[in-house]
């Protein structure tokens, strides 16, 4: 390529652009034609110049709104030739919903599609959900539907709850069904008010199983088959059967047999449709043939379920090698599902779903003797929702605080019921409880909304490879993952290597008695040593000789290890010769050695503490911290501003934050920092609120009990202040792992600060840590093992 192509290119895709918006295909096969006829429009340049042209609609939208519908079809274009460049016109051609190409639009009037914003979103989230651009979609379809039933819109309000549902749900319910069911619920509703009773039984239909998968042997599918009965009785009958015979399963095979084999003799109950018919009759040859252990119908091979129940039985035939290729099948459609969503709680919920899945191909690659497939694929279903907050914390730079508002209502909700929960309140707890819940739905519909605003789509970030974190290792580096299936792997420059089996179920024992005896000096019932020394026996002795000659160990423990400081434990310390740090994942390790950061020659430091008065200690503390540097802002007690610490935080090197940290069992994902006020009063910085941040600090130190708190979710999901941190721009985060004292945790600052500027984090926290276990007023394990180092040591 010559030096001048470039340039020649540009005028093509102009020129391209914009004889396409002169005169605009007549349908969807018609662009697809052009495009194939000029390949030019699929180039980075033809989207520059689309992106450009939104640009300038959107500055004009304010005084003109009818260009919103401009902007939107110039959007949807934009999106579409972007996913005709990655994926091919023809895989693309063949997803684009049929209503797109045939221009019909059920229950809006077409007029409508380029003026009404409702009208507008309900096109573009169906559009992106024939695309495959699950979150997106769901995003347009949720700020439709609501005006949709304010409206009387009951109809196509229902049809819209009905689209979430299945989105939301996903294959085989390996989504997020008791979200997916709310939507199903309000489309129930609104057909009973349409008067659409065809519709409201396919809608009660799936309320009666999902409400079994989601609380089995609940009243709620009675419930709804009670409701069912009185529109068709014999579906009703049908479907108590068939739930029987799925619950059965597991417990009583005989009986769920005989249960689904009279659901298949008796299947024109459900109706005269052949394909009902068909459909049900293929959900219950799936759970015939599991319990049969026969081979599962092709007719359903294209989920990742399906594949990973397959896999299961080849291996009870003794066939590994069928077995493997079902596993690798079922890895690839769960990670092309994984592909079509963007948000933290959509992968949330699929890590739960997956868990099992990558279990078992993790397990089965590693007894092949295949080490670095293995570690991949437990890498596949390791903290995914890190890596989507990756991507959301990019998305929420262009957001507006308009998207804050209900958010806000319930923060201050929540600090009001958690202070009259402290106080002892009688039923406090339940409102506390109800106010998070609804923090939690505003949260995630912000996220939606910061999706439908976002100036380009996005897709979350994917788990990179062990090689090639190999590559962005040091020749000091060694890393340690601490896989669920119980084995240990290393990586180092050289690649990866398996270094030993450890229980699982015992080290969850010990990681509990330990965390129980050591989070208190006042027990009675046990030394900490003693688990201490099992746990080093089982998880840092087979290590020694792996780590030796590494100077920095970077470790990502499995659930239980989260909740102990493996390196600080037994007689011989894993960080007695090495320098220690623990990270969520291999991908969020990468993205920490990888993400550019220029060191200042002057730093800036940037505290604050102790905004209610009740840590006396904390302002000296910071004082003696920030005496440490030159450039240092230092807030205390009631002076403090919030909105000044946030413009300070997102520009410092080092933050130092001396509070009380919050933490709710019940919602982990809504840890907090107290930051100022008292009481009802109190300003909290919310662990959602840091994904909007961007930082660049180089430490940051959370002398906060529960600030440290970190814990794995069902599926393998990291979840903690510190992981927060990391995402939006730190690079170590320094915390506790339970409630510490404020009088010892000022001395053990102190040391710490003494020494990081030459030492660094890991360095620093060693010598701290021993300098007050020396003391033996403080030697017990409360005093000093409960600060951790996260990211890079």
Partial sequence: MTQSEPALQEPMAVRAVLDLLRDPPADADALFDLVEQRPVLLGVEAEEVLSGLIAQVAARERDEPPLAGERRWLERLRRVLRDCRLRGVDAVRRTVPAEWSQDSFPGIDKSQLGTDQVAMDWREGTILLGLGRLDEAVAYLKRAVTPMHERGWHALAADTEMLLWE???????TGDTAAALVHATKAAAAYRKAGDRAKLRHALTVLAIDSDVVAPRSARSDHYRGLLAEL????????????RGARLMFTDPEEGRAALQWCVDSIHLVGAEPQAQAHWRDECARKLAFIDDAVVPETTDDTAVDQFLAAILALKRDRPEEAADRLRRAVLLAEQRRRSVVTEVSHLALSVS??????????TADRAGTPTEALDLVEL???RSQLARLTTHRLWRDAGADLLVLPNLYRRQAVRYLTDAERGGTGERQQLDTALHRLREALAAAEHQVLVTASAARRAEPPVPATRLAEHLGEDDVVLVYAPIGVVYAVTRGGVTRVADFDTGAVERWCADYRRLASTPDHDDGDPAEPAADLEAAC????RATVAGHRRVLVVPNEPLWGVPLGALGDRPLDT?????????LSVLDHLLTRPHVPRRVERFVGIGDPDGSLPHAAGELADAASRFYDRTVETGAGIDVEDFRADLSDADVVHIASHGIAFDEFPDLSALHVAGTGSERELLWAPDLVRLSLRARLVVLAACHAGLSKALPGNEYVGLPGVFLVSGARAVLGPLWQVDDRVTARLMAHFHEVSAEAGPAGALRHAQRAVRSDPATAHPFYWAAFQLFGLP
């Fill in 167 to 173: 989105a939301v749900r996903g294959d085989r319910a």
């Fill in 232 to 243: 068709d009785a014999d579906l009703a009958t049908w479907l108590r059967e068939y739930v």
């Fill in 354 to 363: 997956f868990a099992p899945l990558h279990h078992l191909a993790a397990v």
């Fill in 381 to 383: 279903n390791t903290s």
């Fill in 540 to 543: 840092v002795d087979p290590v």
């Fill in 577 to 585: 010769d090495h320098l220690v740090s623990y990270v969520p994942s």
